[in-house]
């Protein structure tokens, strides 16, 4: 896959599509581009999607955003036992080790378990209550998760229609599904719910599937009429699918699809020669990429950076964690853990009573970021980084160096004055 520096990437001009995955993705990404399917974050048991589809970020801001909203998940501070059965099944050897401590010691340096063991851990984890990682251990896992992916770009501009739709359009889109294959899929989603019998659940979830589509064809028989005329065919259109009903003009930049054609109802793929891994100075991994995206984010769509309406923004606090020494002592990382945490509790108790429905950046917020911030900064500057250290290492080489080849100056020109001394004796 050829690459590009990021820095080289027209990102105010054009829509890029950024695709997270991982580094090891990157020799089949060569050969078969991003393949439109239900991937296993869509289906499940209680799989929502009917259509395969890419999924994608949009720009700058929708990339900070997805990143955004997984630094949300793993210091959550009531998540769901789906969560924590998630972040033992997929992410188990990027956990600290106080969790892998209820693992039998002859298994815990493995980097994946065997799924008997991944539901002792889980049981030991409710147990004993620590579902939650504080946010210092939060921001490890993302660091050493993000190491190891990189993100493939491609150009991604939307779709472009004669006509605009209103909020009254997209009711009348809406209202032209059929209420009996409605009330259909919420018969099915209860059985498949209560259903432990796997064929069974296959085939109603078939069922279900060939309903949702038939609803989409009636959506989009009424919304074709308004839209009019594809004037530009883009690689998405705004228009979200996701479950037994149409959206329109609602994709968020963060869970961007690519779009759905008309007849055989398949998402786009991305074919191989238009994806290119983004790179700066011959970095690929994710951490590398999101700091320099940070640094060229526009600032009129700052408040984007929340991917939902009660995420608190902290990559600019992961990003402040990568400068910090990794010695740090357990009470200054209790300490920062629990500045964070008093900051997110307060924004979100705002969201939630005060500001529902905001989409701004509350002055609560700004403080906050500023006050989290310099409290981390003062313990990043009571130590000497390894990046200090290596500079000041350089520097006193060449210094020695230096004072090395002044001596040896000095020592030759003194022997040859002795010599030339010598000569005229």
Known sequence: ???????????KNKTYGFHFTPQTAE?????????SRIGVNSSG??????????????????????????????????????????????YYKYLPDRIKAFVPEEKRSLSSLEQADINELIRNLNNNGIYTLDYCEAFEFLRDWMLENMYAI???EPSQYEHELTEQDIEEINSARNPEILKRIKVLDKAMGLSVNEE???????????????????CIEVASQKRGA???????DREDYNEDRCAFEVQYKNNTHSAIYEDNILGKSVLPEELKKATLDGKMDAVTIIQKLFEQRDMSEEYSMRGSRYDVRLIEFFLQFLKLPKNLSQEARDEISQSITEHRNNVRGILKTEKKGFVGILPEEISGISDVLNQMKKHQDSFISWEDARRFSEDRIVQLEREN?????????MNRDEKQIEGQK
Do not use: C, H
Not at 1 to 11: A, K, P, T, Y
Not at 200 to 207: A, C, D, G, V, Y
Not at 230 to 236: E, N, T, Y
């Open 1 to 11: 896959m050829e690459s590009v520096d990021i820095r080289d990437i027209d990102l």
């Open 405 to 413: 080849a002044n001596e040896a100056i000095t020592a030759l020109t």
């Open 154 to 156: 491609f150009e991604a």
């Open 27 to 35: 020799a089949g990404l060569s050969q078969t581009g991003l393949e």
């Open 45 to 90: 048991k209680l799989g929502k999607e009917a259509i395969p589809k890419v999924f994608f970020s949009n720009g700058i801001t929708g990339a900070l955003m997805t990143f955004n909203r997984i630094a949300n998940i793993p210091a959550d501070g009531k998540p769901s036992q789906n969560t924590v059965a998630m972040l033992v099944k997929d």
């Open 230 to 236: 594809k004037l530009v065919d883009g690689f998405f």
């Open 200 to 218: 069974e659940i296959q085939k109603m979830s078939e069922e279900r599937r060939n309903l949702s589509i038939e609803i989409r064809k009636q």
